[in-house]
Nanobody, 126 residues
Framework: QVQLVESGGDLVQAGDSLRLSCRAF????????VGWFRQAPGKEREFVAA???????????NSVDSVKTLFTLARDNAENTAYLQMNSLKPEDTGLYYC????????????????WGRGTQVTVSS
């Protein structure tokens, strides 16, 4: 049974940093690109970034400019884990953060991700 489990979400203050983890079970992790999405209260889920199968290429959101400079993606295929490092967090970064895995897609199309975690909550207070 395939599972993605996110962790690391927390209540923090503006300017703080967080590192989210996404641990995969039941699949060959290196065969999948990992995407990160988030959903703020009352808003639609949005794409944040995706990391390629070997970790060499990142596809960034075109609608959230700050993620390119403040967020970092990484993965450890030996540990079946991907990471989203978020720095200088802002209140608008508040949301439920999901990771997802895709065997064939590196990008923002959520319907092309086969597996999803349940999310981890990030709350940034001002």
């Amino acid at each position: 049974q395939v599972q993605l489990v996110e962790s690391g979400g927390d209540l923090v203050q503006a300017g703080d940093s967080l590192r989210l983890s996404c641990r995969a079970f039941g699949l060959t992790f290196s065969n999948y690109a990992v995407g990160w999405f988030r959903q703020a209260p009352g808003k639609e889920r949005e794409f944040v970034a995706a990391l390629a199968w070997t970790g060499g290429t990142v596809y960034w959101s075109n609608s959230v400019d700050s993620v390119k400079t403040l967020f970092t993606l990484a993965r450890d295929n030996a540990e079946n884990t991907a990471y989203l490092q978020m720095n200088s967090l802002k209140p608008e970064d508040t949301g439920l953060y999901y990771c997802a895995a895709s065997a064939a897609h590196l990008g923002p199309e959520d319907h092309r991700y086969e597996y999803w975690g349940r999310g981890t909550q990030v709350t940034v207070s001002s």
